[in-house]
Structures are given as structure tokens and as C-alpha cells.
Nanobody
Framework: QVQLVESGGGLVQAGGSLRLSCAAS????????LGWFRQAPGKEREFVAQ????????LYADSVKGRFIITRDNAKSTVYLGMNSLKPEDTAVYYC????????????WGQGTQVTVSS
């Protein structure tokens, strides 16, 4: 069982930067793939980025590629999402997620953190 807690959201102007954090309040991130998803008002939840448990393989949605970077610190059981050159269309609730140990489906989700980008 893993409990995920996100932080770092807020209001930022277009072109600005934010860094989201997600920590495991219970459990650990060992052997788990970690990911970030987002959901904008009136839209379905969409994939943003993921990182494997070793941290040497990442994947990004085309919409954020080159602007966002996902990293992890297994010793701290924390995953980060660095967001640069933010756009108003990045406005959404951002969710942290992880798989079961050695698994491939996202089974655990955080409560989400709001990111609002003003134009």
C-alpha cells in the first residue's frame, strides 16, 4: 500500500516555472514506475510524464516534451515534475501516481494539486 501526497502547485504567469513534488507518506517507491497525469476542467485525465524505478528511462506527452522534466529520489521516496515555459493550457489538477512493485498499471493516486497558469 502506498499513500501519495503532492505539493508545489499554485498560480503562475505564462512563461513561468513550477516544481511539483510527490512523496510517499506510506510505503516506498522501490520497483515502482512513477507518473504524473493532469485533468483540466471539462476534460479527461491525461498522461503527462513517467519515469521507471531506476530513473534512467522517461516518457513525456508531446504537449510537454522539452518543457517538463520528471525526476525521482528513491532515498526520499519522492518524485518531482519540473515545469518550465508554462502555458495557460497547462492549467489543470496534477496527479501523482505509481504502479505496484514490478507492475505496469497505475494503481495508486494522490489527491492532486492545482496548477493555474495565467495569460
Amino acid at each position: 500500500q502506498v499513500q501519495l501526497v503532492e505539493s508545489g502547485g499554485g498560480l503562475v504567469q505564462a512563461g513561468g516555472s513550477l516544481r511539483l513534488s510527490c512523496a510517499a507518506s506510506e510505503g516506498s517507491f522501490n520497483r515502482r514506475t512513477l507518473g504524473w497525469f493532469r485533468q483540466a476542467p471539462g476534460k479527461e485525465r491525461e498522461f503527462v510524464a513517467q519515469i521507471n524505478w531506476i530513473g534512467d528511462s522517461t516518457l513525456y506527452a508531446d504537449s510537454v516534451k522539452g518543457r517538463f522534466i520528471i525526476t525521482r529520489d528513491n532515498a526520499k521516496s519522492t518524485v518531482y515534475l519540473g515545469m518550465n515555459s508554462l502555458k495557460p493550457e497547462d492549467t489543470a489538477v496534477y496527479y501523482c501516481t505509481c504502479t505496484q512493485m514490478g507492475g505496469s498499471s497505475y494503481d495508486y493516486w494522490g489527491q492532486g494539486t492545482q496548477v493555474t497558469v495565467s495569460s
